[in-house]
């Protein structure tokens, strides 16, 4: 099973919203992401968890807040988030394993639209 | 630092083969990934190959790496409209939550 799931699908917020997307993975993976893309340009880092610890913060405005409840669920808290926030996101998981293969599974991302 | 070139667009007729061609500047890379992204969806992982080898198969995906010129390319034979998507080329290193480069997409179209 390489299945990463994502929810929900697209969602809509206003400005003053406070919404949260979510992902899941059962492929044991210790790592695991955050990536934003715009239409057409290639997926940009966000976030790194690393055994449940955020390793990697790509300077990410703090209306973006990251969560890792346990090693197969990871969150993406939002809030006041402005039009130009408008993108799919991408998470991704990968074994993290010291010496082997680090190959990121992607999920189908959340469209998220910004009014 | 490490780049990954690639062409914008691709065009082919259905039936024919397509060739994706895609640099790399880091010699250490180990992995080179094709990902694949139909509109409206995440990325999926069509292929990798590591560094220490020169070709990998996999029923229409042929994946060619030169490591001397830091060439990469993906073919897809008797290319079909289902295809059409955008195809990253990728490339990253063993080990870690190392955060494999992407390229820009190169976007293919397949004709009838």
């Known amino acids: 099973d390489t299945e990463v799931t994502q929810t929900p699908k697209h969602l809509v917020m206003g400005m003053t919203n406070k919404k949260s997307l979510k992902c899941e993975q059962h492929?044991?993976?210790?790592?695991m992401y955050w990536y934003k893309q715009k239409a057409k340009k290639p997926p940009e880092l966000m976030f790194v968890?690393?055994?449940?610890?955020?390793?990697i913060n790509e300077s990410v405005p703090s209306r973006f807040s990251p969560e890792c409840p346990n090693s197969s669920l990871l969150n993406l808290h939002l809030h006041a988030l402005q039009p130009e926030d408008s993108a799919l996101y991408l998470c991704?998981?990968?074994?993290?394993?010291?010496?082997?293969?680090?190959?990121?599974?992607f999920g189908p991302g959340t469209r998220l639209t910004v009014l | 630092g490490e780049d990954v070139e690639q062409s914008l667009f691709l065009s082919v007729r259905e039936g024919d083969s397509s060739v994706i061609n895609c640099t790399y500047t880091?010699?250490?890379?180990?992995?080179l990934y094709w990902y694949k992204q139909e509109p409206g969806a995440g990325l999926q992982l069509l292929t990798y190959?590591?560094?220490?080898?020169d070709m990998k198969q996999d029923q229409r995906l042929t994946v060619l790496l030169n490591k001397k010129d830091k060439h990469l390319s993906l073919r897809i034979a008797d290319t079909q409209t289902g295809d059409s998507a955008i195809y990253f080329c990728?490339?990253?290193?063993?080990?870690?939550?190392?955060?494999?480069?992407f390229g820009r997409g190169t976007s293919l179209i397949v004709h009838p």
């Open positions: 492929m044991g993976h210790r790592a």
């Open positions: 190959i590591f560094s220490n080898m």
């Open positions: 991704a998981s990968s074994q993290d394993r010291a010496g082997g293969t680090d190959t990121q599974y």
């Open positions: 880091d010699s250490s890379s180990t992995y």
């Open positions: 968890y690393s055994y449940e610890k955020l390793s």
């Open positions: 990728a490339e990253g290193k063993a080990g870690g939550s190392y955060i494999p480069t």
